[in-house]
Structures are given as structure tokens and as C-alpha cells.
Nanobody, 124 residues
Framework: QVQLVESGGGLVQAGGSLRLSCAAS????????MGWFRQAPGKEREFVSG????????YYSDSVKGRFTVSRDNAENTVYLQMNSLKPEDTAVYYC?????????????????WGQGTQVTVSA
């Protein structure tokens, strides 16, 4: 059974940090590129960050570049998103997703598996 389970969300003040984790099971994690997406209330889901299956290259949206860092541990089947200097506009449900390709994509439709999401709320 394929599972992606996010954790680490919560309530934080602006300027603070959170580290999200996404634990994968039920598929060969190292064969999949991973992505992080988020969806705020009333808005469309948007790409946040991606990492190729080896972990050697990473990608970020302009809105989080320089503040967020994605990483992965293929031995632990886990991908992480370190979020620093958080802003109220980062408030959203954050999802991890797995793409059966060497490289991540900005398009959610290209991902095969999705987690259930974790809420991140940044207060002003």
C-alpha cells in the first residue's frame, strides 16, 4: 500500500521556522522525484519545491527561493522541507508528491502519489 505521510506542520509566528517531513512507503522511493506543493484557502494548488530522485538537484518557486530548502534521505524514504523566515502568505496546507521520473515537475498532474497534507499557519 502506497503511503506518503506529511508531518511537522503547525502554528508559527512570522519570521519563524518549521521543518516538514514526508515519509514514503509502498514504492521504491529512490526511483521517484519528489515535490512539495501547497494550497491556501480559496487559491489553487501551487508548486513550492522539488528534488530529483538522487537529491542532486533542487528547484524552488520564486516565492520561497532563499527561504526554503528541500532535501531527501533515500535510506530513510523521507523528503524534508526546511522553511525559514516564514511569512503569513506561506499559510497553506502543504502536500508532498512523488513523480515516477528522475526529475521533479512544477505541474501537479505529473505526480503519481500524494500525501494527505499538513497545515502550516503563520501568524503576523
Amino acid at each position: 500500500q502506497v503511503q506518503l505521510v506529511e508531518s511537522g506542520g503547525g502554528l508559527v509566528q512570522a519570521g519563524g521556522s518549521l521543518r516538514l517531513s514526508c515519509a514514503a512507503s509502498g514504492f521504491t522511493f529512490s526511483n521517484y522525484a519528489m515535490g512539495w506543493f501547497r494550497q491556501a484557502p480559496g487559491k489553487e494548488r501551487e508548486f513550492v519545491s522539488g528534488i530529483i530522485r538522487s537529491g542532486g538537484s533542487t528547484y524552488y518557486s520564486d516565492s520561497v527561493k532563499g527561504r526554503f530548502t528541500v532535501s531527501r534521505d533515500n535510506a530513510e524514504n523521507t523528503v524534508y522541507l526546511q522553511m525559514n523566515s516564514l511569512k503569513p502568505e506561506d499559510t497553506a496546507v502543504y502536500y508532498c508528491a512523488a513523480r515516477n521520473w528522475y526529475r521533479s515537475s512544477d505541474y501537479g498532474s505529473e505526480y503519481k502519489y500524494w500525501g494527505q497534507g499538513t497545515q502550516v499557519t503563520v501568524s503576523a
